[in-house]
């Protein structure tokens, strides 16, 4: 049986299979709805938008720059750009749906764009007109009900210029399907990934990583006052911030330890550390994997009784050559008993990668960093993969995301369950944690209420 919803967009079809839980029209959201709306995109709009820091040239930077105030003044080894840091950009999709609903989703790029096999930089400026081209045509007039079927084919979408669009865009536009999926069924972003991919959503917050960016000192504070479960990144991304024999990232981590102790309230806090070091002790020790094992040791009891993780401790190359290298370390740490854990970033970029990344067993965690993992179904699908097969996930990302993609990310981690998740975007973690843990807490208590 088939009936009709006249809304103030127009007229939507229903296909009827039962009936709202509480038996009226008015129970749309708050009860169970068990019809399926079909909504279709009648408008699409493509917006110019900054991200939340900015992107930088890795490779210029890991050579040794020393910043002059907030910018690097040399020339970027980036052909792209024309700065070693340059303003991140965005695009926000924006999607009107046939009843007046909007759904939105922000295409947005890494901070280390075009490095570690990534994408090359996403200027917003360049891409719109591409976009307006190749994406508008084939998202007017599709039907919303579906989240799995529209992300595949935007996700694989191929031209005649490019054999996928860039990462950013597949990112943004499957963002704004998975929204207007949730706006079609009256339901949380949540419910919609649980629903599709057979998953439960959690009704407790996940752990919340925070970064503190350059500001390493003062932000540490911050994340202690607000109890952040995860910190502190550190943005250890060039040699001199580890020091000739590893002494400068020894001392910060005695400090970061000292100072948990000395500002918490109670021994009930106690987060863990968890550092990114962006290679830069390959390049200290010499990729001699016995030297960085022996230093990883001596961190391990400088932050003790804090549990240790290192992020990407050496950078191979290559694909194949980092999972050899950290695995490698990973085998030398068991061996001695030294129980830091390696957590996989650069080379661990799309859902194969990921993949492969966990098949070899070469970390304790790996990063799913969503914006270089193209369609956010692949997120999706990634953190459940990586569950599995018996990694901890990191739902990640970075500072150059948005709003809107924090916040979506945010719902997709409720339904999936990774091990945590990063607050994003900007690098002064008041912003990001504050939209991250927010965002968690709002969907629990509305689901939560709901279910009352």
């Known amino acids: 049986m088939n009936s009709t919803i006249q809304t103030d967009g127009g007229v939507s079809q229903v296909a009827q299979k039962g009936i709202y839980e509480s038996g009226s029209v008015e129970a749309v959201g708050l009860g169970r709805w068990e019809a399926e709306v079909i909504l279709k995109v009648k408008q699409v709009i493509f917006a110019k938008g900054y991200g939340g820091f900015f992107f930088d040239d890795q490779a210029a930077i890991r050579a040794g720059l020393v910043p002059d105030g907030f910018v690097y003044k040399a020339t970027p080894r980036d052909p792209s750009t024309k700065r070693v840091r340059a303003p991140a950009e965005a695009v926000s999709v924006i999607l009107i749906l046939e009843d007046g609903q909007i759904a939105i989703g922000d295409c947005c790029a890494v901070q280390y764009s075009g490095a570690g096999g990534r994408d090359p930089l996403f200027q917003a400026s360049g891409f719109i007109s591409w976009m307006e081209e190749h994406i508008k045509p084939k998202l007017l007039g599709i039907d919303c009900s579906s989240f799995k079927a529209n992300a595949r084919i935007f996700d694989s979408l191929a031209t005649p210029e490019r054999s996928v669009a860039h990462t950013a865009i597949r990112y943004g536009v499957t963002q704004a399907l998975l929204d207007a999926t949730a706006k079609t069924e009256h339901r949380t972003i949540a419910e919609v990934v649980a629903n599709e991919y057979d998953t439960a959503v959690s009704h407790k917050p996940i752990r919340v990583f925070a970064q503190s960016g350059d500001n390493r ?51 009930s806090y106690s987060p863990e550390l968890h550092f990114d070091v962006y290679g830069t002790l390959g390049i200290v020790f010499n990729n001699d994997d016995p030297r960085i094992v022996d230093y990883l040791g001596v961190l391990e009891k400088t932050a003790a009784p804090f549990q240790l993780r290192i992020e990407a401790p050496v950078d191979a190359g290559s694909r194949e050559g980092q999972v050899e290298a950290l695995g490698e370390i990973r085998r030398l740490l068991l061996k001695k008993g030294i129980r830091v854990e390696i957590v996989a970033d650069e080379w661990c970029n799309t859902l194969e990668d990921i993949r492969f990344f966990a098949e070899n067993s070469c970390a304790d965690m790996l990063q799913i960093k969503p914006p270089d993992l193209g369609g956010i179904n692949n997120t999706i699908e990634a953190v459940i993969l990586c569950k599995a097969a018996g990694v901890k996930a990191y739902q990640g990302g970075s500072c150059t995301e948005t709003d809107i993609s924090a916040r979506i990310c945010t719902q997709v981690s409720l339904a999936t369950q990774p091990y945590q998740i990063l607050a994003k975007p900007g690098m002064g973690v008041d912003e990001g944690f504050m939209i991250v843990q927010n965002e968690l807490e709002r969907t629990i208590q509305r689901l939560d209420k709901a279910a009352d």
Do not use: A, C, Q, T
């Not at 020091?243 to 948990?260: A, L």
């Open 217 to 267: 000192y003062d932000n540490v504070d911050k994340m202690i006052l607000k109890g952040v479960d995860v910190l502190p990144h550190g943005l250890i991304n060039s040699p001199d911030k580890v020091g000739p024999v590893g002494e400068k990232f020894k001392e910060y981590v005695v400090w970061v330890r000292k100072r948990i102790v000395d500002l918490r309230i109670d021994e």
